[in-house]
């Protein structure tokens, strides 16, 4: 069976699944040392490079989810990234967000992953997701927070140190309804 693509809305945000098309606009956000500081990934090689990479993306027909493009509804922008994904070998899911510079501070982070909570704990009926972070980045430590997300464990991964925070369907359920940005 051949379904439609999996996407979701919020107010302001169209969080769709990746398109090989979107490739020079990821390539782009992976060339911000800003953006990509706290990652703990490397730049892509070539726009050719992230065109691979998203023709071979396995986590949407594997899982239903995976890293959303987020595009602004009004102007038909990309603005960034964000969504779960489940990586082996834990079964844990993950919430990861990424935007470039110039989108910052406007409170996009908060609501696509409000969006891809809500959806997670829903349509897909996962049960707890976390989030990781390095431990200097304090804006997406913030936005973890934010999210309801409770401080689990650190762990070190060569040299580097990620702070876990998790959040689970009851927790995020009885969370009061987010003021309208
Ligand atoms: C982390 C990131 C996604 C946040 O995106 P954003 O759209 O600016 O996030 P929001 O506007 O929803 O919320 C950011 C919050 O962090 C706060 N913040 C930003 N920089 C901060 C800092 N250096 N220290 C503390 N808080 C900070 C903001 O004030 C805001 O909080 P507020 O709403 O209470 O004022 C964005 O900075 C980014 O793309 N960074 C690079 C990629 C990255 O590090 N991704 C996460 C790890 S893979």
Known sequence: MNSEPFNLHSERLLLREFTVDD???LFALYEDADVMRYTGEEPFTSVA?????L???PYYERDGFGRWAVIDRRSDEFL???GLRRDNPTPEVDLGFR???RFWFQGYATEAARAALSTGFGAFGLTEIIGRTM???LASTHVLKKLGMTFREVVEEDGLFWLIYSIDQETFA???????P
């Not at 490079?49 to 990479?53: D, G, I, K, R, S």
């Not at 009885?174 to 309208?180: E, H, K, L, S, Y």
């Open 135 to 137: 431990r200097e980045n």
């Open 80 to 82: 960034g990234f964000c």
């Open 55 to 57: 023709s071979e993306y």
């Open 23 to 25: 490739a020079p606009q």
């Open 174 to 180: 009885r969370q009061p309804a987010p003021a309208v």
């Open 49 to 53: 490079a992230v065109e691979q990479f």
């Open 99 to 101: 935007f470039f510079r």
